[in-house]
């Protein structure tokens, strides 16, 4: 049998007890960039002349940090991750904050018929409705993300072996809407040595230039944000301090 991506994970995450290991916030560069999740929407809503509300996968989520924030703003978010404590520890949370926690498959019930509050769809709105959150224990080597699925797709931090790294670009191509959104942030190989977070091995990091290959086979065109940065994080008691990342907006092109 092979080995359980998850087994790790769910120790760590116990031992984080209540506390969230990589703390209660959502990620700074998702939070940042939240609006384009949902005009991401919206114009692939306009394309299918059809309303609902956005659909967004959270990939190696873990506790649920992006997925919860992405819920509250009226979302219906799936987060997939091999950790089953992780994935508990999420649902908890979303309880407490009151946020449907639901199968994955109510994520797909069509509700064109029912319409859409409109204020879902609007960065801008000081009140929207609450979404739901679907929770999903898979391994993203084997599990498949859909075919033009998702409004948008979220990954923050989820390293892999390189062949597995490869298939999850190619399912997030795969399973984006046409117009659909990535937003990742990942480690970049700078970051190795630095003590501040992420994998022990450069291989298992992230560079813009695999990103511009795997996604857009070597074109910039269909980037909003490709960047590798440098920039203090404070996430938990996981990631601190001064860090090497690669941040990626990736909008699928429309057919
Ligand atoms: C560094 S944590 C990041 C968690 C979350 N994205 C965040 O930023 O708070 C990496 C996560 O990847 C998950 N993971 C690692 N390998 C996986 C795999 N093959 N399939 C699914 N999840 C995996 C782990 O269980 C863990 O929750």
Same mark, same amino acid.
């Given at each position: 049998?092979?080995?359980?991506p998850g087994a790790v994970w769910d120790e760590r995450y116990a031992a984080a007890g209540a506390d969230m290991l990589f703390g ?10 939240? +609006?384009?999740? @949902? !005009?991401? =929407?919206? %114009? ?9 509300? $956005? ?28 950790? +089953?404590?992780? @994935? !508990?520890? =999420?649902? %908890? ?9 639901? $199968? ?148 699928r092109p429309s057919l």
């Amino acid at each position: 049998m092979p080995p359980n991506p998850g087994a790790v994970w769910d120790e760590r995450y116990a031992a984080a007890g209540a506390d969230m290991l990589f703390g209660d916030a959502p990620n700074d560069f998702v939070k940042a960039e939240t +609006a384009r999740i @949902l !005009q991401a =929407a919206a %114009a692939a809503l306009a394309g299918a002349g059809s309303l609902s509300t $956005p659909r967004v996968l959270c990939l190696a989520e873990g506790e649920g940090r992006n997925a919860l924030h992405l819920a509250a703003l009226g979302c219906r978010v799936l987060a997939v991750d091999a950790s +089953a404590v992780g @994935l !508990q520890k =999420a649902s %908890a949370w979303a309880r407490r904050r009151e946020i449907p926690v639901v $199968p994955p498959e109510a994520l797909f019930v069509d509700e064109a018929s029912q319409g859409v509050d409109p204020a879902v769809l609007d960065a801008s709105a000081t009140t929207r409705p609450v979404g739901a959150l679907g929770l999903m224990i898979a391994d993203l080597s084997q599990w498949s993300f859909g075919a033009a699925e998702w409004d948008a797709i979220v990954c923050t931090f989820g390293h892999f072996p390189p062949p597995v790294r490869r298939r999850v670009l190619q399912e997030v191509r795969r399973a984006l809407k046409p117009g659909g959104l990535f937003l990742a942030e990942f480690y970049n190989p700078a970051q190795l040595g630095r003590g501040t977070g992420g994998p022990s091995d450069a291989a298992w990091m992230v560079s813009a230039n695999e990103l511009r290959e795997q996604l857009a086979e070597g074109f910039d065109a269909p980037f909003e944000i490709l960047r590798e940065t440098e920039r203090e994080i404070t996430e938990g008691t996981a990631h601190q301090g001064l860090s090497a990342t690669v941040q990626v907006a990736y909008r699928r092109p429309s057919l």
